[in-house]
């Protein structure tokens, strides 16, 4: 939903910008409290570049016709680089992704038990080894 909305940016700036003289005041004063400016459409962007990774995530570890505990490992891995700040990242992503991070890091990190770490890595090495041979 938010990157439709996204993609349709202009046609949302445009219903703010168009005069409607059919509309009372009321109706447009309400408009109005709806209208998004610069940093409200940086911030859906920065929470749209976030997200998007995770969602990548979460639909590739949902499958149910493949073994998805295999997948893990790397998608840990993919997730712990993607989210940390680049230096061209706004300040907003930046601090989202700092955020986010520190939550993965504590879950996969801190709250993740050794053995459970152990079993994602022979899942990650069976399945490699499998692909190898």
Same mark, same amino acid.
């Given at each position: ?8 940016? =202009?046609?949302?700036?445009? !219903? ?9 005041? =009321?109706?447009? /004063? ?20 976030? +997200?998007?990774?995770?969602? @990548?995530?979460?639909?590739? @570890? ?18 712990? !680089?993607? @989210?940390?700040?680049?230096? $061209? $990242? ?5 601090? +989202? ?7 993965? =890091?504590?879950?996969? $990190? ?7 770490? =152990?079993? @994602?890595?022979?899942? +990650?090495?069976?399945?490699? /080894?499998?692909?190898?041979?």
């Amino acid at each position: 939903m938010l990157k439709r909305l996204l993609d349709h940016q =202009e046609v949302v700036k445009s !219903v703010f910008i168009h005069k409607f003289t059919s509309i009372s005041s =009321e109706q447009r /004063s309400s408009l109005n409290k709806g209208y998004l400016d610069h940093t409200n459409w940086d911030l859906m962007q920065a929470l749209h570049d976030v +997200f998007q990774p995770l969602e @990548l995530a979460t639909r590739s @570890l949902s499958g149910k016709h493949y073994a998805t505990l295999a997948l893990a490992y790397t998608t840990i891995s993919i997730l712990r !680089v993607g @989210l940390k700040p680049k230096e $061209d $990242d706004s300040s907003i992503l930046a601090l +989202f992704k700092k955020s986010i991070l520190a939550q993965f =890091e504590f879950y996969f $990190d801190i709250k993740m038990t050794k053995k459970q770490k =152990e079993l @994602l890595l022979v899942c +990650f090495f069976q399945i490699l /080894s499998l692909t190898i041979c």
